[in-house]
């Protein structure tokens, strides 16, 4: 039973910055694909960020390009969102995902992840 589990959220001013953490069990987590996905309230859940596992291949969605980075520690289980200059429009609940086929790319298609976190709230103040 693969269990994914956020941390690190919570309220942030604009400009400001947060790191977020997911750490999976359960799961040869090594050979996912992981991601973060994000959803406003009265919103679809939008991709965020993704990154292979390997770790050498990532994928952003253009509204956090140069201002979101996803990484990854295989020996701790564990894959990070950075998030910098936040503005509100990034208030959301922020989702982890990974991906079920061994060493799959890293997709921005929710669809093709298999499991998910429970979510942790990231309010943005003006």
């Known amino acids: 039973q693969v269990q994914l589990v956020e941390s690190g959220g919570g309220l942030v001013q604009a400009g400001g910055s947060l790191r977020l953490s997911c750490a999976a069990s359960g799961s040869t987590f090594s050979y996912n694909t992981m991601g973060w996905f994000r959803q406003a309230p009265g919103k679809e859940r939008e991709f965020v960020a993704a990154?292979?596992?390997?770790?050498?291949?990532?994928n952003y969605a253009d509204s956090v390009k140069g201002r979101f980075y996803i990484s990854r520690d295989n020996a701790k289980n564990t894959v990070y969102l950075q998030m910098t200059s936040l503005q509100p429009e990034d208030t959301a609940v922020y989702y982890c995902a990974q991906r079920g086929p061994y060493r799959s790319s890293p997709s921005g298609s929710r669809y093709e992840y298999n499991y998910w976190g429970q979510g942790t709230p990231v309010p943005v103040s003006s």
């Open positions: 990154i292979s596992w390997s770790g050498d291949v990532t």
